[in-house]
């Protein structure tokens, strides 16, 4: 059974900050990974997905980045900004998709 | 497009009703599926439809809860009897063949007494 844990849980840094969220998952037979926003009390809305064939994605201030063979990626956001604040998800995509649990971002002005 | 739109956005009801959700999905998308969110598990997929038949419901907590997606523009999640362990935002996501990402609705908060 696939398993995607996301580390931290909850980050707050100051506005114009690089930061790094992480995402592991278990098996590596995927077809995909993305990555979430979620804003409180709203759905989701996708950022980046990344197919199992490539090593990276990259939107805006936003890179995301993919290890298969370690069960790895990264979601990279550049000079953070206040309205980066929101809840951050990855999501396998093998048979279903899995969803971590997401990393709470603060981004303080 | 208006995205994919789900009702009713908060439903509060006693436990023993029967609580149905609905869902439209994005017009000329052929997947759609049915996820519940909760602080303990997270977000859990239920159940996906392709071309309006279900095609994996293992994710269907038990036989208190159906889907049905009776056309391309219209899915329903059933729970009957409901409890209060069912309390939780569900979310309906489409997506068509050949595109990996999903849009999500806004998503329906149950809160069962």
């Known amino acids: 059974k696939q398993e995607v844990t996301q580390i931290p849980a909850a980050l707050s840094v100051p506005e114009g900050e690089n930061l790094v969220l992480n995402c592991s998952f278990t098996?590596?037979?995927?077809?995909?990974l993305q990555w979430f926003r979620q804003d409180p009390g709203k759905g989701l809305t996708s950022l980046l997905l990344i197919q199992s064939s490539q090593r990276e994605q990259t939107s805006g201030r936003l890179n995301a980045s993919l290890d298969k063979s370690s069960g790895r990626s990264t979601l990279y956001i550049a000079a953070s900004q206040p309205g980066d604040s929101a809840t951050y998800l990855c999501a396998v995509s093998s048979s279903r998709l899995t969803f971590g649990e997401g990393t709470q971002l603060t981004v303080n002005p | 497009d208006a995205g994919v739109i789900q009702s009713p956005r908060h439903e509060v009801t006693e436990m023993g009703q029967e609580v149905t959700l609905r869902c439209k999905p994005i017009?000329?998308?052929?997947?759609l599926f049915w996820y519940r969110q909760t602080m303990m598990r997270g977000l859990e997929l239920l159940i996906y439809f392709n071309n309006n038949v279900p095609i994996d419901d293992s994710g269907m907590p038990e036989d208190r809860f159906s889907a049905k997606m009776p056309n391309a523009s219209f899915s329903t999640l059933k729970i009957q009897p409901s409890e209060p362990r069912d309390s939780a935002v569900y979310f309906c996501a489409s997506r068509t063949s050949g595109v990996e990402t999903q849009y999500f609705g806004p998503g329906t908060r149950l809160l069962v007494l």
């Open positions: 017009s000329g998308h052929d997947y």
């Open positions: 098996d590596s037979a995927i077809y995909n």
